[in-house]
């Protein structure tokens, strides 16, 4: 998704802008652009394609030099990726970068046609920008409020007024925007993350705020042009936390993490071999009153939910709903004041988890965000919130996010079971050891590394491929098809072990390969009937399994051995291999790891 950065200060504002939109790369773009001010003046730069064509462009045209600019990496909504299309939009006077959709642009843009403006791009970014400037009166704030009046739909807006060099603009709704804080240079900027390497202090802003920035203040109104107080928050990720660190790939680097960021999800969150999730809101009493419980994300975060539905229902006994955010929404779902809502998002930034938020909020249930960015909007927004620890997540791919994800679903299952006593103490103690015990295991797992490096070689020049798995083993397969797919571009599928038969065997050939993951004893003997099925007729297959298995030989042609843990955590250790698996294909096929082709990082668009 689009990237917002802007500076004021003594550096070199280009500079800056090109370092910091670096840092936004991950999020997913097409073409990127600046604006700064060059004694007296706006000028713009922008290109179609990575940040290394702006530079380049800028080679030959001149780079803009001065101290106080805007910039946007943009990722295509309104209007192909083109230079024209890129940000900034505006004319001399104005210069915006934005990220969201204003959904009445197209009304906007017929009413100042006929008040004699002209438009050069297909986005809904220059109807803003020209919006402002057509409600221009000389008070950048009071021509932002009415502005905001008459737009409809998501913004994050940075702001640069020709009349105004000494300051920078910017306003949010629904898109993510923060204000970072440093001495003597201020920035606006999507993320945290892209200004870590120059301060760790920020504000966040809220629906609806203007700020009006300059290098030594920061002022904040709200629609009637009230000063609104901030509080001033300070990141705790580390500076290398956005860096790579030695790895080729933010996404090697990330599976590397996993250990280490279970770790800080859970145990801070065990406490005399009890979990305890009061600080997030969610007391004993609370959890004991639910009658049912929906968990909403997309994708990645979908997945966890799947696993988090089988430990739920499992081991408390609540019936667990999930669903995909994007169909929640719009099926009138059947959510009730006395049903617990869980939103998981990675980023607390993507539109259609929020949306399904508001809709169970507006229902009256209780709302629960599982959530990695401190301070993202669906962080803000639910009644109680549950950060899980991972640090910031770069690589387009979730890795370890999901295995936090996956942790904080643990967390919630066993603390219900407990709460509802289906559980006695001894159980509880018991699994929150197997719990504190995961990220050392995980560890042992990545060094299924060189295994599934010779698999990937051998998986890399298929065109389709299907996941098989039974239970946690089939919610699990969901996310190691998704990770292959996204990133490796090949084809793949995740199946129910036993639907196969019920049509999609007719796929198999030689042709299909096939990864069956079988963690689950009481579903091994099932799963391995079906791994014959597809065996004999002709599929190579990859076996996922724990170290105890034992298996023929002849029935499988690559099998990678985990160490075993009580089965139902064992999602955590069977998702390492597969994340392995769809990283090495990928770079067997030289394929753009860390931002795959389409994609973004953080979905803020519906
Ligand atoms: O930020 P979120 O967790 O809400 O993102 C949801 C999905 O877009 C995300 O999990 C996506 O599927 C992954 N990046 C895929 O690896």
């Not at 997913?28 to 003046?41: C, L, M, R, T």
């Not at 809709?359 to 209780?366: I, N």
């Not at 096929?589 to 795959?596: C, I, L, R, S, T």
Request: charged fraction near 25%; aromatic fraction near 6%.
């Amino acid at each position: 998704m689009c990237g917002i950065v802007g500076y004021i200060g003594n550096r070199d504002c280009t500079d800056v802008l090109l370092d910091t939109l670096s840092k936004l790369e991950y999020r997913g773009y097409d073409s990127a652009g600046i604006a700064v001010f060059e004694k007296g003046s706006i000028k713009v730069k922008k290109s179609k394609g990575k940040l290394v064509n702006l530079v380049k462009k800028m080679d030959v045209e001149g780079r803009p030099s001065g101290h106080c600019g805007i910039g946007h990496t943009r990722w295509a909504t309104h209007g192909e990726p083109s230079d024209i299309n890129s940000h900034p939009h505006g004319n001399r006077r104005i210069s915006i970068v934005h990220n969201g959709i204003i959904e009445n642009y197209k009304e906007l843009k017929e009413l100042l046609k006929k008040e004699g403006y002209a438009f050069e791009s297909e986005t809904d970014t220059e109807v803003l920008a020209k919006l402002i400037d057509y409600y221009y009166n000389g008070d950048p704030v009071d021509t932002l409020i009415n502005t905001l009046a008459h737009i409809d739909g998501s913004y994050g807006v940075g702001i640069v007024f020709r009349d105004f060099p000494d300051h920078i603009y910017a306003m949010r709704k629904d898109s993510p925007l923060i204000l970072g804080t440093g001495e003597n240079e201020n920035f606006i900027a999507s993320d945290i993350a892209s200004i870590l390497k120059y301060t760790r202090d920020y504000y966040l802003i809220e629906h609806g705020e203007i700020c009006d920035i300059t290098q030594n203040e920061i002022k904040v109104f709200d629609t009637h042009k009230n000063i609104i107080e901030k509080e001033l928050h300070t990141a705790t990720w580390d500076v290398d936390a956005a860096e790579k660190g030695g790895y080729e790939h933010f996404m090697l680097k990330e599976i590397h993490e996993q250990p280490s960021a279970v770790k800080l999800t859970l145990s801070p969150r065990i406490k005399n071999s009890l979990p305890d999730l009061s600080e997030s809101g969610l007391t004993a009493e609370k959890l004991g009153s639910y009658e049912n419980i929906y968990i909403i994300a997309c994708g990645t975060a979908m997945h966890a939910a799947m696993v988090g539905k089988y430990v739920i229902e499992k081991l408390a006994r609540v019936s667990v709903t999930v669903d995909i955010a994007s169909e929640f929404r719009y099926r009138d779902p059947l959510i009730n004041p006395t049903d617990l809502f869980i939103a998981i998002s990675q980023s607390g930034e993507t539109a259609d988890t929020k949306a399904a938020l508001h809709l169970a909020k507006d229902r009256g249930a209780d709302t629960l965000a599982i959530v990695n960015v401190v301070g993202s909007s669906i962080a803000r927004e639910a009644d109680m919130v549950l950060y899980t620890n991972a640090g910031p997540e770069i690589s387009v791919a979730s890795t370890k996010a999901y295995s936090v994800q996956l942790a904080a679903m643990y967390l919630l299952a066993v603390e219900l079971a407990n709460v509802k006593k289906r559980i006695t103490s001894e159980e509880c103690a018991k699994l929150t050891e197997n719990l504190l015990e995961l990220p050392s295991l995980i560890e042992k797992c990545l060094e299924t590394k060189e295994m599934c490096q010779l698999t990937a070689s051998k998986l890399v020049n298929a065109n389709s491929l299907l996941y098989i798995g039974r239970g946690l083993d089939y919610a699990l397969s969901m996310e190691g098809s998704l990770k292959l797919k996204e990133i490796s571009y090949i084809h793949s599928e995740s199946y129910a072990a036993g639907e196969l038969k019920h049509g999609t065997i007719s796929l198999i050939t030689d042709n299909m390969p096939v990864v069956a993951v079988a963690t689950q004893r009481a579903l091994i003997e099932k799963t391995v009937s079906n791994i014959e099925e597809v065996k004999a007729r002709g599929a190579m297959v990859v076996l996922v399994c724990g170290e105890s298995l034992e298996i023929e030989d002849k029935i499988v042609d690559y099998v990678i051995r985990l160490p075993e843990t009580n089965e139902m955590f064992m999602p955590s250790l069977a998702a390492i291999p597969l994340q392995l698996i769809a990283y090495y294909t990928s770079v067997l096929k030289g394929n753009d790891v860390d931002q795959p082709r389409n994609l973004a990082k953080s979905v803020t668009v519906e």
